[in-house]
């Protein structure tokens, strides 16, 4: 008896302030949709990151039957004492952790490895089509590279040298920034949720305040009194937070998913990773319109 009243109380509140309960959900899915794109995104830079941080700061390649470079089109392939020489170079250049050969079959594996979601690319490859290298771990990468750089450069048998640690800069920077951007964006809507849900319980607790004097003088204990209005607050986050797990899912499959594609590299993120988000948002949304209600109730509905 006493919880068919609760519920009657409930639906009640959510029929009589249902432009402001629409509202509050449509905010509260909203904010949370954005708070949830935001740690997405932070575990999408956190696991591109740690990707490429593990791998070298250096590569530097030899020149091969196919290399486009001139230098290698007129002295032809790096034979074995160069590449050996180069080595030999590095190891005694106080400015290199270690220093380790890569064959142009290993290169080729790896090359399948991180661009298997283009395998016309992968297929369009031939194995000899992909240089050997020495993969070179720098001490310190912001100091010592311009030194190891130029020790490298133009040596014989050498093709290219590439610096790892800057082909994601600029993608690093576009992801941090439209992660702070969606993350105080969020934080923001999340104040206006607050005040929104409390504005929502104090004018449903105006309207019923008759129903709440009547309760008071038949000895209504003072949770009894306020758990309609609680749960009611709740509700609305629950659906606000299925709306927001269901944009965060489109998020995920339209857009980080579309992303790991473009780039082609294998750090996307998993399902586990998105489930731990759309929990967090959960809690998070229970958490605000449930604390808020019981805050909200405290002050204005005197028990």
Same mark, same amino acid.
């Given at each position: 008896?006493?919880?068919?009243?609760?519920?009657?109380?409930?639906?009640?509140?959510?029929?009589?302030?249902?432009?402001?309960?629409?509202?509050?959900?449509?905010?509260?899915?909203?904010?949370?949709?954005?708070?949830?794109?935001?740690?997405?995104? $932070?575990?999408?830079?956190?696991?591109?990151?740690?990707?490429?941080?593990?791998?070298?700061?250096?590569?530097?390649?030899?020149?091969?039957?196919?290399?486009?470079?001139?230098?290698?089109?007129?002295?032809?392939?790096?034979?074995?004492?160069?590449?050996?020489?180069?080595?030999?170079?590095?190891?005694?250049?106080?400015?290199?952790?270690?220093?380790?050969? $890569?064959?142009?079959?290993?290169?080729?594996?790896?090359?399948?490895?991180?661009?298997?979601?283009?395998?016309?690319?992968?297929?369009?490859?031939?194995?000899?089509?992909?240089?050997?290298?020495?993969?070179?771990?720098?001490?310190?990468?912001?100091?010592?590279?311009? $030194?190891?750089?130029?020790?490298?450069?133009?040596?014989?048998? $050498?093709?290219?040298?590439?610096?790892?640690?800057?082909?994601?800069?600029?993608?690093?920077?576009?992801?941090?920034?439209?992660?702070?951007?969606?993350?105080?964006?969020?934080?923001?809507?999340?104040?206006?949720?607050?005040?929104?849900?409390?504005?929502?319980?104090?004018?449903?607790?105006?309207?019923?305040?008759?129903?709440?004097?009547?309760?008071?003088?038949?000895?209504?204990?003072?949770?009894?009194?306020?758990?309609?209005?609680?749960?009611?607050?709740?509700?609305?986050?629950?659906?606000?937070?299925?709306?927001?797990?269901?944009?965060?899912?489109?998020?995920?499959?339209?857009?980080?998913?579309?992303?790991?594609?473009?780039?082609?590299?294998?750090?996307?993120?998993?399902?586990?990773?998105?489930?731990?988000?759309?929990?967090?948002?959960?809690?998070?949304?229970?958490?605000?319109?449930?604390?808020?209600?019981?805050?909200?109730?405290?002050?204005?509905?005197?028990?």
């Amino acid at each position: 008896m006493r919880s068919q009243f609760v519920f009657s109380e409930i639906w009640i509140g959510l029929r009589r302030n249902l432009t402001m309960t629409m509202a509050l959900i449509v905010v509260v899915a909203i904010s949370l949709s954005l708070l949830g794109t935001g740690l997405l995104f $932070v575990k999408q830079v956190n696991r591109t990151r740690s990707f490429w941080q593990g791998r070298v700061e250096m590569s530097v390649y030899f020149c091969i039957k196919t290399s486009a470079n001139p230098v290698c089109e007129e002295d032809g392939p790096a034979t074995q004492a160069q590449k050996s020489a180069l080595e030999t170079r590095l190891q005694q250049m106080p400015q290199v952790q270690f220093v380790q050969y $890569v064959s142009q079959a290993e290169q080729y594996q790896d090359f399948r490895q991180e661009f298997s979601n283009e395998p016309s690319l992968v297929n369009n490859t031939p194995s000899n089509g992909i240089p050997d290298s020495l993969e070179v771990k720098l001490k310190d990468p912001s100091a010592d590279y311009a $030194v190891v750089n130029s020790a490298v450069t133009g040596a014989p048998g $050498v093709d290219s040298v590439v610096n790892e640690m800057t082909i994601l800069d600029k993608f690093y920077k576009l992801l941090d920034a439209a992660r702070n951007a969606v993350v105080i964006i969020a934080l923001i809507l999340l104040v206006a949720a607050t005040l929104l849900v409390a504005n929502t319980i104090r004018l449903s607790a105006f309207n019923r305040r008759r129903e709440t004097s009547i309760m008071r003088l038949v000895g209504a204990s003072n949770f009894y009194i306020q758990l309609p209005f609680l749960l009611e607050g709740a509700i609305a986050g629950l659906i606000g937070w299925a709306i927001a797990a269901g944009l965060l899912v489109a998020v995920k499959s339209l857009m980080l998913d579309s992303l790991e594609q473009y780039f082609s590299f294998n750090v996307g993120l998993s399902v586990g990773d998105l489930i731990e988000v759309i929990v967090f948002s959960m809690a998070v949304g229970v958490l605000l319109c449930g604390v808020t209600s019981f805050v909200t109730l405290r002050r204005y509905l005197r028990v």
